[in-house]
């Protein structure tokens, strides 16, 4: 327990006795006995307490996951504000960008991940972190169910519920394997540390299994026939990784039988990377064209067995059955029953994901916020509220709109509804007042309702929710903590827009999500990378920004330091083929 | 497959016709294109053939285990001269000193281990490895049945059994539960790397447990206990660690627990480190007091259930239990199945351990070879040769010894009874005439032989079986493969002693264990060594040495260099706590 936590700490105790509480902190810093002695027997009584039973002058803070979103969260919270506890069932943070390298031993599994309890402990106050699964959410009553997820012959209950004021759902979401009989049980996922260090094994196994002695040829090839379903960003990156890992390191360790090795990669669409420029899409597979990696588009997957993945050719129709040593499914998110469950009772049962308005508030539910995969934005459309709009603009309740009084709520407007500035962007309309012009491009003075709704009538199409990325959950955590940091502030200032059905302002703006880019590492130190501005870079200068931009992002300087000298450690001495 | 491999695997085809073989390789070393040829399609059709099929012209050596001894023994082995095949559970080497640094991530798991198949590549020749586990040595038909271990949906027949000229033993021990019963099922143990994983997982498991709400100060406690079952070096290292662990990383991340921690070390014997000298095993009980670390002496433990560790205090003959979070069971070494069944067909059924004699040859088989702990060396004893090495000296046949004639065959009963050498140095006798002097301590110029039997009638006390240490596995290791490389120079100038019952020579000295001190780190960055020369050194300074000697003596640079920059990760950034 640090001093300060001490400090707050006690004067919470004196609360209301300022003259006592200042007398306190007075004593304690002239005084090394008591800052010794809160060194010494810090917080002893504390495990007993039932954290619900706590003085609960502060509002209660429960974060759910400890992934991007709430990690991203949970670091910029002012914890001095709040009784915050987390609860996940992993007790440490992933830099999951990193997962396809840990797979083949590019970088280490430790080396990606740093315990959340470092992370949260050098906040002001203090962040509770219990290691357990979230079973329900109960909305009615504001209370949580956990349960530990430890199996062993420790002692204690391992369910335990805990009450919020404010609830943050960063669950993530889970991998989605569209009921394919087979999935569950014979593919490898890509979503956890565990299920990297589990491919990384399995891949040494079908190596060391295709090698022993009296195998036919067809067992051998059978063994050595790696299959990835889903060729988007993880599925490209781990047939790169694999590519090189069997490339640079095992043909020279498992030579008799490296002619036999075949990688394939299964995309159901008419490209691998389509959520990506053209040039990058094409480029990766010329790329992999070139290093024999077999890209079959057009293909779903109708099921796999322990030995074979069998699918479907969209074209033709045709079934047909390919043999496997190894199967990884990296294609598709899912809601988690836990999310789905809480959606039911909060009303949102017909949809398919978590909705949150713009301000990342659960639909539905005051006090609860949902970032990251596990959710969604409902972005409001602008069509639903044109009229109020109008109105609020028409000052003079003239009827019609100036262009000066359109120019006073344009500002507010963008904010509100982004598909504004983006619709403006797309069209290359250089300002507002190109989008009163007549359908003849010339200028107007003034509209009316109808050519104002004419106007909007195409902006709403520019719509779009935002990628399940490590990008927009990590900007939704770091918008929402400012919003809890500043919750007090904008109670009376304002600092949102205009509320064009109602009077005032928004608190806070809305969120808005900016993209940086993103990479695709193709193997052979080669990288695709989409940057700002519609630049398209790819090669080996790209697979550089890559090194140095996923080394400046990592959460610590220790996680940094570690991937560094893994990547160092590959360059020099290869990656490490012991099966452990 | 390098050129050199295909040029032996080449002329071993054309063995016998010399003229042909020179032409072909005349023909190789002036035509880029066959060797090019060599590079690009080598062995494709080598899985396929069954490796007892082979041309058996070289001997066939099969190797059983990567461990020490036998990675000691690949390492300097001339693959040329033999064909070889190794079979081994663990595709790698792991240096088992450091074991007790991964149980708390002081060093990580991958730092200490390198794959076999890096280690033996270098060699001139092929050496096959083969990842399965030795089901049974079929001594009569001098045949191994091996199975692999692998249990996935891989294809292709688990079970095979491979054939040998020699055999060479190298599977090492397994841990000895003295048949206590709950041992197996609810301890730890210490000796394979993913142990090591288990133990570090289940201590953050008993920190997150612990530290859950709802939880009694009893149940706290309980998770917080951690035993370990034995005071050797093993145990002690790990206790060291786990209270460093606890101490420089846990305490402020479990700040709220931190109190209710307890190690216990629980030993049979009066202290712990009792293989120590006595300067060290109190200098440890010291230091373990000060960090208090509970060593219970004298206790032996009589059952382990899922919650308890119940144990019997020598000395008043009472029973007690103790709570536990975690059990380490770090004592006793057993015998393995398969060699206890190897032993009863070769007639060894009797013995608790696997004999060899002083050249590491198995007692009672032909060709086969054990070294490291799985077995022990047989030492001849003096007073069986006595009478025949007597005769031997006694060139004139006068019926008795003058020093002139035992000064001719003292080095040879040195080389071939090592025990004389220790009883001259431990009775600090100058020379070996100090021998035959009579009982008053006068010189004698002859003596006869029962003055001969009486001079030696002590020697055989100082004999001794060599610790289970990795020290003398590789030593071991390291002597077989000189044996096997020099096995046709030394058929005709043999280099061993006199043969005393027989004629002629040894055809090689016999093994000779070398003892260079040993370790006990104790944590806090100090430890104790035990150095050549009845030095005894603690400390920090000691630390550091154990330091530099551990970083010397890694198997290859990438683990050199991996384990240092843990030891500095360590320093700056401490330990990681993440459960994974």
Not at 158 to 172: K, N, P, Q, T
Not at 502 to 527: C, E
């Amino acid at each position: 327990m640090t001093i300060l936590s001490f400090l707050s700490r006690a004067s919470r105790g004196f609360q209301g006795y300022t003259a006592c509480s200042k007398l306190l902190i007075l004593c304690t810093l002239s005084s090394g006995g008591l800052v010794a002695y809160s060194e010494s027997h810090p917080d002893t009584g504390t495990p007993g307490v039932d954290p619900n039973q706590k003085e609960l002058k502060k509002k209660r803070v429960l974060v759910l996951g400890t992934g991007w979103a709430a990690t991203s969260f949970l670091k910029d919270l002012d914890a001095s504000l709040y009784d915050i506890q987390v609860v996940s069932p992993r007790n440490y943070f992933a830099f999951t960008p990193l997962l396809p390298s840990v797979t083949c031993g590019t970088v280490e599994a430790r080396s990606i991940v740093e315990p959340i309890r470092n992370i949260v402990k050098k906040r002001r106050g203090e962040v509770n972190f219990w290691e357990a699964e979230c079973l329900k959410i109960d909305a009615a009553n504001k209370k949580v169910l956990c349960r530990s997820k430890i199996e062993n012959n420790l002692v204690g209950n391992r369910e335990f519920s805990l009450e919020y004021d404010y609830l943050v759902v960063a669950v993530g979401a889970q991998v989605n394997t569209f009921n394919t009989p087979g999935v569950e049980e014979n593919c490898h996922f890509l979503k956890e540390v565990e299920d990297c260090q589990k491919i990384r094994r399995t891949v040494i196994d079908c190596f060391e299994t295709a090698i022993l002695p009296h195998l036919t040829e067809e067992e051998r090839k059978r063994n050595l026939h790696f299959v990835i379903v889903g060729g988007g960003p993880t599925g490209v990156e781990f047939a790169a990784e694999l590519h090189d890992f069997f490339e640079e390191d095992l043909s020279n360790l498992y030579s008799t039988v490296k002619d036999l090795v075949k990688i394939t990669v299964i995309q159901s669409g008419d490209h691998i990377l389509n959520t990506y420029d053209e040039r990058i899409s094409s480029f990766a597979e010329q790329k992999f064209n070139r290093d024999g990696i077999d890209v079959q588009t057009g293909c779903r997957v109708v099921s796999v067995s322990d030995k074979e993945v069998t699918m479907k050719l969209k074209a033709k129709g045709e079934v047909c059955s390919i043999p496997h040593g190894l199967v990884v499914w990296s294609t598709g998110v899912g809601t988690r029953p836990v999310v789905k469950d809480f959606m039911e009772q909060i009303g949102q049962g017909n949809r398919r994901v978590l909705a949150t308005d713009e301000w990342l508030r659960v639909k539905g539910y005051k006090d609860a916020y949902a970032i990251g995969d596990c959710a969604t934005i409902d972005q409001r459309k602008i069509m639903e509220d044109i009229s109020s709009i109008f109105k609020a603009a028409d000052k003079d309740n003239s009827g019609t709109l100036t262009v000066r009084e359109f120019k006073e709520v344009i500002d507010d407007m963008i904010i509100r509804y982004p598909q504004v500035d983006l619709y403006l962007q797309n069209n290359h309309l250089s300002g507002v007042t190109d989008l009163l012009k007549d359908p003849d491009g010339h200028d107007r003075e003034e509209v009316d309702i109808e050519q104002f709704k004419l106007a909007f009538s195409h902006v709403d199409s520019q719509m779009k929710s935002l990628p399940a990325t490590a990008q927009v959950a990590a900007q939704q955590g770091a918008y929402l903590s400012r919003c809890f940091n500043r919750q007090q502030q904008s109670q009376d200032n304002p600092e949102g827009p205009r509320r064009f059905r109602g009077s005032g302002r928004h608190k806070f703006r809305p969120f808005r999500y900016k993209h940086f880019g993103q990479f695709a590492p193709l193997g052979g130190d080669q990288a695709a990378a989409e940057l700002p501005g519609d630049w398209v870079s790819v090669g080996h200068s790209t697979q550089w920004l890559w090194y140095s931009v996923y080394a400046s992002k990592q959460v610590s300087w220790r996680t940094r330091m570690l991937v560094v000298s893994d990547w160092t450690r590959r360059f020099i001495f290869g990656r490490d083929s012991s099966r452990i």
